[in-house]
């Protein structure tokens, strides 16, 4: 049977020159960083060679990026450490309604440890309007959180224009840019944030590795107490064989992003029109234009997420959904929801999220493959039975 | 994702009894959208006995399965017999359901308890059939 996978939004499949480049580091090249000898040094240059990668993706200088276990982590840290920094001066941060819940409830362990917290909402695209975001600003706001682009519906924020906002009030402004850095351009100097998430697995680097980068002179306060590791900022003993893959996967990802970007969007856009064309009543969800370059987020009217994904699965396609079944809570995307998009609706949610690896060939089996278990799943719904009877019976 | 047990997958991939009836003599539906499941049960009943038994249900893996299990339960049974299916024999029959979709199953022996109590109103109010 074919295997497809087109859920690299869910994590990205390692890079050969990645894993090449780490595999010293799974070896004889096992010292800690913080030692002072040849095995500790050894190491320590290979974390500081992937700190100036990490910078040179995204335009910082490499002393302002804080290694970290994963993306997830670094939004914890942003969120908790810039607003516990900053408690004396106010004690209210903006969240938008479809961050990702590292971000989402950081801020609501930040409310319970006496903050208040503000929900920035999102259009129909889910895009969050730079005024929305100065509308909810007050004068003990201490930290916005806005994410780059969501990766759930593939919508990239006006982040330039929040910053804006944001730097006229001085106030410190984090991005989740986990969906988007080593993907689509991050300069964050053009962005105008203080700080930004980033993780090795959305383009091709390892797991259980991320980045937080932190503008000069920004105060925060640590997650994790310990050593001096990552300037007294994160300690506890480095993962250089990740780290090692971080700055590799970093590299690459600078050296081929035109063409990466070029390649998924062709893609994306192939699947955006074809997949609405093959299958009737599906809606395209997150914004047409300003959209990752290999998102392509449908709602499947009539049926259920989940068993689209285990058909899918069944005929070797991996890809993911937003629907209540497929997440533990048994809630449907607060994504789609924040959207204004009906809970029904919303469980019909389906992602494809393409990588580097994917090509036409796949597209065109996910669209020989899908159709048939939409039929078969609708025949099987009351929803699409009634909708059936109404149309024929109504007007 | 869940890991369903064997017996889950296979009533997925392979539901019995899906559809409708027509002309049913008891319809049970229960669940929203809302909450991701929605079940219907048609039956058709005979000297007491549940002659036939047919579904249509939208919702996940494991409501899937969990409507195909109790459509084949309850088949051939007496009313009841039929009413003694309860979410736990249902998801014994399916060895097993992930501790957050048993959910699910109470919907399936609660979709078909519902199409036998309209059966018994209906004959109460003797039309038998509508």
Known sequence: MRKVYIDNAATTPLLAEVREAMTPYLGDVFGNPSSLHDWGNTAREAVEASRAQVAQLIGASADEIIFTGSGTESNNFAIKGLGLVQQAKGKHVVVSAIEHFSVLHSARTLEKWGFELSLVPVDKNGVVDPEDVRRSLRKDTVLVSIMHANGEVGTIEPIKEIGKVTKERGIVFHTDAVATAGTIPVDVQELGVDALSLAGNQFYGPQGVGALWLRKGVRIVPLLDGGVQEGGRRAGTENVPAIVGLGKAAELAKANMTARMEHLTRLRDRLLTELPAKIDHVVVTGHRQNRLPGNASFCVEFIEGESMLMLLDSQGVAVTSGSACTSRALKASHVLIAMGIPHELAQGSLLFSFGIHNTPEDIDYALEVLPPIVDRLRQMSPLYAKFIKASKGGS | ?130
């Open chain 2, 1 to 130: 994702m869940p890991v369903y047990s064997e017996k889950v997958m296979e009533h997925f991939m392979n539901p019995r009894n899906v559809g409708e009836i027509e002309n049913p003599d008891g319809v049970g539906e229960v669940g929203n959208p809302i909450c991701g499941d929605m079940m219907t049960f048609y039956i058709k009943v005979k000297d007491n006995r549940l002659e036939d038994v047919k579904f249509k249900t939208f919702g996940c893996g494991a409501a899937i399965a969990v409507s195909s299990m109790v459509s084949e339960m309850a088949k051939g049974k007496t009313l009841e017999e039929a009413m003694k299916i309860t979410p736990r024999s249902v998801a014994d029959e399916l060895e097993g359901l992930p501790k957050q979709k048993f959910h699910c199953s109470n919907l399936g022996a609660q979709a078909l308890n519902k199409a036998i109590q309209d059966y018994l109103s209906r004959k109460k109010r003797g039309g038998g059939k509508e």
